[in-house]
């Protein structure tokens, strides 16, 4: 156990960051694999929409910090050519 005020307060934004990215993480998986389920089903519509949201949703997680601007950039490229193989 941390034994001075100010490693006692890391520990608890230490906490506090690791669920809250954590719970982005898990939103970022389940962006991608609506994405890639319509891209299975054929729907071009419903992937080039669900394409729209990841987007979208990607660029703001990077703006908070959770992913890289050049991770962010190769899951959409990515993604981008999945679904322009349609």
């Not at 934004?13 to 890639?36: G, H, M």
């Amino acid at each position: 156990m941390a034994n001075h005020k100010s490693s006692i307060k890391r520990i608890r934004q230490t906490i506090v960051r690791t669920e809250r990215n954590r719970f982005y993480r898990t939103r970022l998986k389940n962006i991608v694999k609506d994405v890639r389920s319509a891209i299975e089903a054929g729907n071009k519509e419903e992937a080039t929409s669900a394409m729209t949201v990841a987007n979208k949703q990607i660029q703001t997680f990077v703006s908070k910090g959770v992913l890289k601007k050049e991770t962010a950039a190769r899951k959409i490229s990515r993604l981008h050519r999945a679904v322009n193989a349609i």
